[in-house]
């Protein structure tokens, strides 16, 4: 697999048109159509792009057609980077679970001994999540 991991787009572009003959490139910044145009015109074998998943999720549906067009599959690769959470969906279950049976928010917190701030901050993402508006009941 060939790895590009330019910070610019023109910086990415001017390697790509060094050619590559790999059937597997992964880059790392966003697929848009003139790196994606640059790739299909300098990579004979090209089959499939790989781009981080945080950036895979932000390509346009103008450019997946275009790959599927002409059979080059464009696929998320690598975990995600960044904190990993410390508070899951049971955490978040049993904080409404407590909050349906009317208990407050700064009960809550002290109760699961979890910040107030971060005990409305999991309740929104959760919210956002399932289409819900969050509580904002201690507030």
Known sequence: MKVYKATKKAELIASIR???SEKEVYIAIRPCIDVVVE???NGPNLATIYCPPSLYHLTSRRVMR???KVGVGLSPLGG???R???YGKARVEEIRKLQSIGMTITRISEELDIPRRTIYHLLKEDGAQSGEGSSSQDR
Do not use: I, M, S, T
Request: hydrophobic share 45%.
């Open 18 to 20: 060094e050619g590559f």
């Open 39 to 41: 790739l299909l015109e």
């Open 66 to 68: 275009a790959l599927e």
């Open 80 to 82: 995600g980077a960044g």
């Open 84 to 86: 990993p959470k410390v």
